[in-house]
DNA sequence: TCTTAATTAGGAATCATTCTTATTTAAAAA
DNA sequence: TTTTTAAATAAGAATGATTCCTAATTAAGA
């Protein structure tokens, strides 16, 4: 089974047709390293797709995200970020450079898990926990690295 | 000192002229139980101040986080919310209500803290770290209590 | 191939927030 | 206390991300 071929299938999976619009969409935010805008999206899809509009962007956004095949990412820039990495991690977002980086660190999600199980909370169904780092890059060509 | 000469005190130890408007705006959000919205806090403050308007809201909130008086809280609804409560705490979103309902847990705090320093993170100054519990109230008209 | 409910394109509308500018004011100086 | 003036505010306009509307298109089952 090809990569086409996979895509149409998680969309079926899910009961959505797999319109030509919801594998582009969806196939650019799997590849994109950067927690995409809906606007970062048009513009990476748009030459290959010149008749795809904004409008189709945003709501094969919410409907991706309502079945679970994207998570929103927030930031304090008032653009909503894309991420198709759905399992549990966590994120630092860097204020002068507005990039969004992948914290992944299954023993600090276990340990925020366990300690939350432990504090029972009442009345509430936790649907997603993560922790938000905000900072600054210190120098802006290099990366932040994680050790 | 009462407290009308309190809040003078702590807008002019941040250098802030201490107007009026201010001191109305400031006394809101920290009195406030629920994370207000700038309209929130309009509406809260409008009877009593008929001239205040809602661009001296969105200014004075923007002046008052760069002092570090308040914090903005981040929520998936599109609204920015406010907070007077500076010390480090965490937040539950309630998808359902909208409700911010702090999450103040020290040992949690330090336990990602002291986490977070044992990992080296490169090339980043980090300026804040929050925990983001995100879920549904299971009765609406019960709280979220946390034992 | 036919049918049809779901989806999309494109433009208009919404609405939270920011901007602009004339007017007002807090607070330092005289 | 009065004067001075840089900073702050009011009011409305502008912005921009997102949502809405509706006629045209299309995926997928019959
Ligand atoms: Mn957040
Ligand atoms: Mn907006
Ligand atoms: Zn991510
Ligand atoms: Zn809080």
Redesign the pocket.
Known sequence: MNQFEQL?ER??EV????????MV?FHSIMTSKNHP???NIFEQVKSS???????????????LVDKGLVKKVLVKD????YDAHIGTHNHIYCTNTSEIIDFEDEELNQMIKKFLASKNIENLNIKDISLHIEGEKIDKRKSVKIN
Chains 1, 2 share one sequence.
Do not use: C, D, F
């Not at 009961?15 to 619009?21: N, R, S, V």
């Not at 797709?49 to 409907?63: K, R, V």
């Open positions: 149409k969309l079926s009961g959505l047709k797999a319109t030509q619009q919801r969409i805008s809906a606007e797709n010149p008749s795809l509009s904004l409008a189709t962007i945003y709501s094969t956004l919410e409907t008032g653009v909503m970020r």
